[in-house]
T-cell receptor, first 110, second 117 residues
């Protein structure tokens, strides 16, 4: 079992839809959880950062962490064509490098 | 804030030559920097972790003599691909972790596309 599992998609939604992206993990020591957005041939851009369990909202984006289920989610409301990208979940226990999911390719169709 | 600049964005070189890629944290000090490699439609593969003033720690299977990493200051790390060959062609991305309370967040550069002919 991989440490971080993420459905690679592709996921295609109409403009304005709510998008739900998810990752599961196996290492209960993970404490720091991040979501990155990566456009083609660009570096990952940090979208959301959460420490331990809970929800965090930033504009159209909401990140949720459920440590009891080892499950994290990213919700995108009112999705736009400009949201079309690969979304990577990443996590770590502490002062160690991030462990990444494979990334989910999202297409928002106008 | 938290901008990481990476140069060049694209480099083409002949087989056997060396290529240097720079990674700078522009508005913060980075005690730790990371170098990743990414193949098309795949996730990031960690190559090495470097701490300022120390030797880099390489991941298993990464040749330290081929991928030379220098982290000479709190804002600059370099990756040199020595004697590059076509199989080294890839997308290389650096990442930096700020000192202080945000040390567990990694910010990424825009990446460097290396093509070895």
């Amino acid at each position: 079992q991989k440490e971080v599992e993420q459905d690679p998609g592709p996921l295609s939604v109409p403009e304005g839809a709510i998008v739900s992206l998810n990752c599961t993990y196996s290492n209960s020591a993970f404490q720091y959880f991040m979501w990155y957005r990566q456009y083609s041939r660009k570096g990952p851009e940090l979208l959301m950062y959460t420490y331990s369990s809970g929800n965090k909202e930033d504009g159209r984006f909401t990140a949720q962490v459920d440590k009891s289920s080892k499950y994290i989610s990213l919700f995108i409301r009112d999705s736009q064509p400009s949201d079309s990208a690969t979304y990577l979940c990443a996590m770590k226990p502490g002062n160690t490098p991030l462990v990444f999911g494979k990334g989910t390719r999202l297409s928002v169709i106008a | 804030g938290a901008v990481v600049s990476q140069h060049p964005s694209w480099v083409i070189c002949k087989s056997g030559t060396s290529v240097k890629i720079e990674c700078r944290s522009l508005d913060f000090q980075a005690t730790t920097m990371f170098w990743y490699r990414q193949f098309p439609k795949q996730s990031l593969m960690l190559m090495a972790t470097s701490n300022e003033g120390s030797k880099a720690t390489y991941e298993q299977g990464v040749e330290k003599d081929k991928f030379l990493i220098n982290h000479a200051s709190l804002t600059l790390s370099t990756l040199t691909v020595t004697s590059a060959h076509p199989e080294d062609s890839s997308f290389y991305i650096c990442s930096a972790a700020p000192a202080g309370r945000r040390m567990n967040i990694q910010y990424f550069g825009a990446g460097t596309r290396l093509s070895v002919l």
